[in-house]
Nanobody
Framework: VQLQASGGGLVQAGGSLRLSCAAS????????IGWFRQAPGKEREGVSF??????????YYTDSVKGRFTISRDNAKNTVYLQMNSLKPEDTAVYYC??????????????????WGQGTLVTVSS
């Protein structure tokens, strides 16, 4: 069972990146997905969530990324994406994807998650 996150990098403010989170060993469709991030010196925070496919596939975004980030799934590829547009220097962080099976709320905490990806660094220069 593994989540493999990728797509991070260095981008100028206003630019875009797409993060990918590929699952192996389990089917993402049946899991709620969260993208979290941790900036230097700060606690990890939940950025965006997607409920499982059999729970209505709802989405949530924290206020600071609403209108700029989009979470999506490709069930055929067993992969979840986080499209990040209009990036700001304050978006700089290590981004983690995570999956949770038996949850009933859209907004999840670290302790709700069953599997974690390894993190991918996003650096936004001003």
């Amino acid at each position: 069972v593994q989540l493999q996150a990728s797509g991070g990098g260095l981008v100028q403010a206003g630019g875009s990146l797409r993060l990918s989170c590929a699952a192996s060993g389990f089917t993402l469709h049946f899991y709620a997905i969260g993208w979290f991030r941790q900036a230097p010196g700060k606690e990890r925070e939940g950025v965006s969530f997607s409920s499982s496919g059999d729970s209505g596939d709802s989405t949530y975004y924290t206020d600071s990324v609403k209108g700029r980030f989009t979470i999506s799934r490709d069930n055929a590829k067993n992969t979840v994406y986080l499209q990040m547009n209009s990036l700001k220097p304050e978006d700089t962080a290590v981004y983690y994807c995570a999956a949770a099976k038996y949850v009933h709320t859209i907004v999840l905490s670290d302790t709700d998650m069953d599997y974690w990806g390894q993190g991918t660094l996003v650096t936004v220069s001003s």
